[in-house]
């Protein structure tokens, strides 16, 4: 039986992927197909199926989460989220995420544009690879995505209608104890060498800390301001000097704006930490681009396309995007910490092979991370916030 006809969930494998392609009649029917598996993602199975002219990728969510296996069990949901959000926010910015061809709730697969002329954007900084566009890319996604889909911009049912449509409790409870809970516990998940041991006790043992992030977390679980992206990071960017695409929002919902912001500034600043001299400049630089372009590119919807009569009233635009800048430097700060001593690392700090280089730059994100936490108020201009960086990271 054809497999979409089942109607039934099962993993694909090399071939069945093929097989699926074939039954979709994605390519012409005599084609020569080779498919292979190339996730290298915590939670879902990636095939490329090529052909000598042509190429395609299927995504498909697994009952759990991969980088774990069965024992963590997971909705396959997550598959019609992240097809959802990559449709809705290429409304606004096609130019900047994949084509989604097909998808299919019951395999929990999205057919997509293939990407492979791309580098995932983490692997190329990490080799020192210079992306001229990322920033203000990046910039225009975030304020585009954003604004397009918040209060603003929405007539308050659609808005709604949305946020229910994007409910994603699971993916969210992911961020919720990886991001912002575990870290600042003894909790068996957490990940980090003995060296650091003392440093994270100290971080366990911080109550004024403990307390500015449970804040973070409480905007986190209660501010419906736009349909994020939810797992910003650079894993999620494909690059090249002159293109951006956003790929993997399954951990989208409607959230607080700053969450998406905070996450790419932070794995900016996990390159700031591990970068020298010029080459760090170019990220700082970018540090500075992404929010100018961001805060330029968001006040010109507003005053052209706000809905909401506040956006009219003098003054509230500055005031609404200095709520987003605080909340984004206090999750810059929380995705610091969580990175270097929580579930889910990034090869950037992980991939140092001198242990004493690597734990300076793992000091260096912890001090960072808990000093964004705890004096964000007073960190009010993206000059700021980069003074502060570069007082850590030296
Ligand atoms: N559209 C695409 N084109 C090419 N490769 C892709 C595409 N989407 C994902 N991949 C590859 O699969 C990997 C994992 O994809 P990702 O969506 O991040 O999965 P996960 O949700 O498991 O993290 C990416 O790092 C990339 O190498
Ligand atoms: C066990 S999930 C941890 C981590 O995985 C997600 O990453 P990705 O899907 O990009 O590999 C996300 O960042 C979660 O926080």
Redesign the pocket.
């Given at each position: 039986m054809a497999i979409l006809e089942k109607k039934t969930y099962k993993g694909l494998t090399e071939e069945t992927a093929i097989q699926l392609v074939k039954e979709l009649e994605l390519f012409p029917v005599h084609a020569e197909l080779t498919a292979r598996e190339i996730g290298d993602?915590?939670?879902?199975y990636v095939f490329r199926i090529a052909s000598e002219e042509n190429s395609v990728i299927i995504k498909q969510a697994l009952p759990y989460?991969k980088?774990?296996g069965e024992s963590?069990p997971l909705t396959l949901k997550r598959a019609k989220i992240e097809a959802d959000a990559l449709v809705k926010h290429g409304e606004y910015v096609p130019a900047f995420v994949p084509k989604v061809f097909r998808t299919d709730e019951d395999l929990a697969i999205t057919i997509m544009e293939d990407l492979s002329h791309l580098k995932i954007a983490r692997t190329g900084l990490i080799e020192g690879e210079y992306y001229p566009n990322l920033a203000k890319h990046i910039g225009q996604y975030l304020a585009k995505t954003l604004f397009h889909t918040s209060d603003f911009a929405l007539h308050p049912f659609e808005k709604k209608r949305l946020a229910s449509a994007f409910s994603n409790p699971e993916l969210c409870k992911?961020?919720e104890d990886?991001?912002f809970t575990d870290p600042f516990f003894n909790i068996d998940t957490n990940d980090y060498e003995p060296e650091l041991q003392s440093d994270v006790e100290e971080i366990w043992n911080h109550t004024e800390l403990k307390i500015a992030a449970a804040k973070i977390k409480q905007s986190f679980l209660t501010e419906a301001e736009a349909l994020l992206h939810g797992?910003l990071?650079t894993?999620?960017i494909f690059a090249s000097e002159e293109e951006t695409k956003v790929i993997?929002p399954?951990?989208a919902f409607y959230g607080p704006i700053g969450f998406d912001v905070g996450q790419f500034f932070a794995h900016l600043v996990f390159q700031v930490i591990v970068r020298k001299g010029e080459d760090r400049e170019i990220i700082v630089n970018q540090i500075d681009e992404v929010w100018q372009e961001f805060y330029s590119v968001f006040s010109e919807l507003w005053k052209s396309k706000g809905v909401d009569p506040f956006t009219k009233v003098d003054g509230y635009r500055e005031v609404f995007l200095a709520k987003v800048f605080d909340d984004a430097i206090g999750v810059v700060g929380c995705e610091l910490i969580r990175r270097t001593i929580g579930?889910?690392h990034v090869k950037d700090l992980d991939g140092i092979e001198d242990s004493a280089v690597r734990l300076k730059a793992k000091r260096a994100a912890l001090s960072l991370g808990t000093n964004l936490i705890l004096k964000k108020a007073s960190i009010k201009t993206i000059k700021q916030f980069i003074t502060t960086i570069e007082e850590f990271t030296a």
């Open positions: 993602g915590n939670l879902n989460a980088v774990v963590w992911i961020t990886l991001v797992d990071h894993g999620s993997d399954e951990f579930l889910s």
